[in-house]
């Protein structure tokens, strides 16, 4: 078998037999390492894994052998021994999902077939007839070298088709589309090391001059901020866009090569929802909106994480934070720290409307931010929509964070960037992505590079009931810190999801911050979404103090300080702190040291 995925990370082969219920004994996959072999006895059957890289490899399992296993009787296993096992699973050992793609398998004989010659016979045996079966195969049809797709296309043309009825004229309408004619939009990964401006250009301008399909590409994506075309391109992910299933397979092609993989984005027409694979916001639930007068008081969730113990000279002045929303609308909560920022719902960052179409941007940048109900009422709001009313495509909130790092890098070489609104340029930056979907390789592998290239990424770990946060992106990336949500009596919130991604907890329920609806007022929403605001806006309080810190020491910092609550089975203990979050800044002060949250 040849596979492609994060398989390599924690998973296992098991053998099964569905006439018997019989299950062998697993075989751990990722004890296999780059460019290693490991052979592992396996009911006395051999195991083989050669790892090409660390989202290829070869897995050879020996049948025959195998079947002598444990689970049926002696007699029973030599009556059975050819139809035991006829099952090979890849089974999840991590708790966190994987993403996984079967290029392809084969069963071959331990003894001698006739009609495929290797040369010398005109039979083989085992892994030798692999070449005749490639000659016979090529003898008779085409055999492109494709690269790997991840996410099922087909999906999501039977939910653009509809119901099956006969078009009416030669206008098809929506529910007769078919397979060739409906846009498909996929993520590609480009190569880690190497790879140029100049080849990205080469190898979209090949894609567009065959008339398939194009890269949704911006002068941010050729060289990131280098011009020259010999730099290499330091972001890993590129949106192409198909003109139909048939169309991406030989774009496929001729990328071989060129990308280690792609993932299906959604369909340009637009797929809401998790189940759909566009992304969504975790709801929250609306208990009260009205005008505010000033300041009436600290709400409980402030209070909880101990925010008055701050002292008023730490705000998060100059600490940037880029809210990856549904868009941001004024509100006195953010007065002239709501900065200039940008639309991504089309896949490219461009300056426009950035208001916010349902209020959960707006509400989640006041938790962050905001002067009287915000954790860090001195830090400025960057709104970078991703999501529209209801959801956005994996292409826009990866554009998002792309833009957000080049912003920043931007700023801090002393480009405004043509802003207008006198921002500062030597600043510190947080991204805070408040929203969630299918787990994703493209999503999370974007999400780690922003952190790579500097910049903490604060993610909200889903609203679905105490599910696994692990099944989800970007709240699976082992690079975001992961945020669930707690209740006013310390207890998990009923909606927040748990599980061993999760990094820390903070308040979510009943949250009070600013309403879209009207600039003088507020409103309170419930949602992990929220505590993961309360958690961005703690690390914009730390990167004001110690802006010297990576983003890895920061967050290192942050769980160091934080409060031990057990509030979910398999799940961290960590409760965000003020109070030791100052601490640790007192030991940062004298020398001490953040550590290390061993990013991986």
């Not at 050729?222 to 299933?245: K, L, M, Q, T, Y």
């Amino acid at each position: 078998m040849v596979l492609h995925g994060n398989v390599l990370s924690r998973a296992s082969v098991v053998l099964y037999s569905s006439g018997t219920g019989v299950v062998s004994t697993p075989t751990p996959l990722w004890q296999a390492s780059p460019d290693a072999v490991l052979e592992k006895q396996t009911l006395g059957g051999t195991l083989r894994v050669v790892a090409q890289d660390d989202d290829m490899f070869r897995v050879s399992v020996n049948l025959k052998s195998a079947i002598r296993g444990r689970g049926a009787g002696d007699q029973y296993r030599q009556q059975q021994q050819q139809r035991m096992w006829d099952t090979i699973i890849i089974r999840d050992d991590s708790g966190r999902g994987f993403g996984m793609l079967l290029e392809s398998a084969r069963i071959l004989p331990d003894r001698p077939i006739p009609g495929i010659k290797d040369g010398t016979s005109s039979s083989c045996v085992g892994s030798i007839c692999n070449e005749g079966l490639e000659q016979s195969e090529s003898a008779t049809q085409e055999n492109p070298k494709l690269v790997p797709l991840f996410g099922s296309v087909s999906d999501k043309l039977e939910a653009m088709r509809g119901p099956e009825t006969p078009p009416t004229s030669a206008s098809s309408t929506p529910s007769s589309l078919s397979s060739d004619r409906v846009k498909v939009k996929v993520n590609g990964r480009l190569p880690d090391e190497g790879f140029t401006r100049g080849e990205l250009d080469a190898l979209c301008d090949a894609v567009a001059a065959t008339g398939l399909g194009s890269c949704m590409l911006d002068d941010i994506d050729r060289g990131f901020i280098e011009r020259d075309p010999s730099a290499n391109v330091h972001w890993p992910i590129v949106s192409i866009e198909a003109g139909s299933f048939d169309d991406l397979t030989a774009i496929r092609e001729l990328a071989f090569g060129h990308m280690r993989w792609m993932e299906v984005n959604e369909l340009a027409e637009g797929m809401g929802g998790p189940s759909g694979g566009g992304i969504f916001a975790p709801p929250s639930r609306l208990v009260d909106t009205r005008p505010s007068p000033p300041c009436m008081g600290i709400p409980w969730g402030l209070d909880r994480i101990q925010r008055q113990d701050v002292p008023e000279e730490l705000s998060g002045e100059g600490v940037r934070v880029y809210v990856l929303d549904t868009g941001v609308t004024p509100n006195s909560e953010f007065g002239t720290r709501l900065l200039d920022g940008v639309n991504c719902m089309s896949g490219a960052c461009t300056p426009g409307d950035t208001r916010d179409d349902t209020g959960h941007g707006t509400h989640v940048a006041g938790v962050i931010a905001g002067s009287c109900y915000g954790v860090a009422g001195g830090a400025e709001i960057v709104p970078v929509k991703v999501l529209g009313s209801s959801a956005g495509g994996y292409d826009a909130v990866i554009s998002g964070l792309k833009y957000s790092v080049y912003d920043l890098q931007r700023a801090a070489n002393g480009d405004t960037g043509g802003r207008t609104d006198g921002s500062a340029t030597n600043v510190r930056g947080i991204i805070n992505m408040s929203l969630g979907g299918p787990r994703s390789a493209a999503l999370n592998d974007a999400v780690k590079r922003a952190v790579a290239l500097g910049v903490p990424v604060i993610a909200s770990a889903g609203n679905d009931g105490f599910s696994n946060a692990c099944t989800l992106s970007p709240s699976s990336s082992a690079a975001a810190v992961c945020v669930s949500a707690t209740n006013a009596m310390d207890t998990a919130a009923s909606f927040s999801n748990v599980g061993s991604c999760v990094d820390i907890w903070a308040p979510g329920r009943d949250v009070v911050s600013a309403d879209y609806r009207n600039e003088q007022g507020y409103i309170i929403k419930s949602g992990t979404s929220q505590a993961t605001a309360y958690v961005a806006g703690a690390a914009a309080l730390l990167m004001q103090a110690a802006p010297h810190l990576k983003p890895w020491e920061a967050v290192g910092v942050i769980y160091n300080a934080a409060e031990l609550l057990d509030l979910a089975p398999d799940t961290t203990r960590r409760f965000l702190s003020l109070h030791g979050l100052l601490a640790a800044l007192d030991g940062l002060t004298r020398g001490g040291s953040g550590g290390d949250p061993a990013f991986g």
